[in-house]
């Protein structure tokens, strides 16, 4: 079984900065993604921001605002918010995809943070 346990999200003020992170329980697999997708009310869940194999992709409305990172020791996965907007407000979900072992072929996700910028 996976377990991911996200922190950091809050309330910020416009140009201000957030730090998420997650933290995933996992056994039996060592090739996986991790990532970030968030969603606002009222529309589609989508994704901020992903990392594997040293690699990072981001979404053209965070790109060069916030940064993704990876410890693999530690298992967890940060996003570095800078530059917020409120158009960043949403519900920001971790997302842990194994790719070898007996949990690869479905994605597993965290419970949620809420980030909120305020104008």
């Known amino acids: 079984q996976v377990q991911l346990r996200e922190s950091g999200g809050g309330l910020v003020q416009a140009g201000g900065s957030l730090r998420l992170s997650c933290t995933a329980s996992?056994?039996?697999?060592?090739?996986?993604?991790m990532g970030w997708y968030r969603q606002a009310p009222g529309k589609q869940r989508e994704l901020v921001a992903d990392?594997?194999?040293?690699?990072?992709d981001y979404s053209d409305s965070v790109k060069g605002r916030f940064t993704i990172s990876r410890d693999d020791a530690a298992n967890t996965v940060y996003l570095e918010m800078n530059s917020l907007k409120p158009e960043d407000t949403a519900v920001y979900y971790c997302?842990?995809?194994?790719?070898?072992?007996?949990?690869?072929?479905?994605?597993?996700w965290g419970q949620g943070t809420q980030v909120t910028v305020s104008s």
């Open positions: 996992f056994s039996r697999v060592n090739i996986y993604t």
């Open positions: 997302v842990f995809q194994p790719h070898n072992g007996p949990l690869r072929g479905r994605d597993y």
């Open positions: 990392i594997f194999n040293g690699r990072a």
